[in-house]
């Protein structure tokens, strides 16, 4: 599926829904929609639901091809968005893997939708991928980023996302986080509360050293 939703954990694939959405609410959903648009990711956290969920055919997140752009927008205009309250590029692989083209649907999304904040939930290495500075592409189409720290250190970093660039991966994901600030109106560093008080408590201070916000996420096991 390319849009969705979800609840408790659970993925809800956005055509089992109203095209007006308005029985997203009426059933205790966020009014949050996700963009899938890719299977590739440049770590293999030991954490994904890769490894940890199972789909049906129906609502899978693994896209049996990636969409074009164009085919990301024509299931955008099936549905009315008065009711949407976010937008967010989050599926089974990382969002910035395909960077130009999610700016493309990004900017179109502005341009029809100005009103609806977009978010963008990534592992922040978009800059080791592309050998550039990745950061100043957001500036006026994202709201948000939301970025996942996961550990305290470099090593731990590495052991945990088990990522293609090794220890430096963990300052350039830092320095990521730190460049989006100029650009992006809301940047947030996030880790799982599974972690520990005394590993929350160490992400915390990176955050804090590095002038950034932290946000700790529960834990879904499903």
């Keep these: 599926m390319i849009l969705y939703t979800a609840k ?5 694939n956005l055509e089992d829904f109203r095209q007006d959405l308005s029985d997203l609410g009426e059933n205790g959903f966020t009014n ?3 963009i899938n648009m890719t299977n590739r990711c440049s770590c293999a956290c030991t954490f994904c639901l890769r490894s940890l969920k199972e789909f049906n ?7 049996r091809e990636e969409p074009t752009v164009e085919e990301v927008k024509a299931e955008f205009m099936k549905y009315d968005w008065s009711h949407v309250a976010e937008i967010i590029f989050c599926g089974f692989g990382e969002p910035t893997m395909r960077l130009d083209d999610m700016l493309e649907v990004g900017a179109w999304l502005k341009s029809v939708h100005p009103d ?7 592992n922040g290495l978009a800059d080791l991928v592309f050998e550039k500075p990745t ?22 970093y590495l052991d945990i996302t ?24 809301h940047v947030v560093m996030t880790v799982v509360d599974i972690i520990g008080e ?5 992400c915390q201070k990176v955050c804090d050293d590095n002038g950034l916000t932290l946000r700790v996420r529960p834990y879904e096991a499903n």
Aim: hydrophobic share 35%; glycine share 4%; charged share 20%.
């Design 135 to 156: 950061a100043p592409c957001l500036k006026g189409i994202v709201d948000t980023v939301s970025i996942s720290l996961n550990s305290s250190d470099a090593q731990k």
């Design 198 to 202: 005394e590993e929350v408590a160490a």
């Design 116 to 122: 609806i904040p977009i978010r963008v939930n990534t």
């Design 162 to 185: 088990r990522n293609h660039f090794g220890l430096k991966s963990y300052q350039a994901m830092i320095d990521y986080a730190k460049a989006c600030q100029k650009y992006v109106p």
């Design 8 to 12: 408790n954990g659970v993925y809800y």
């Design 57 to 63: 055919e129906h609502n899978s997140l693994w896209l």
């Design 32 to 34: 949050k929609i996700y």
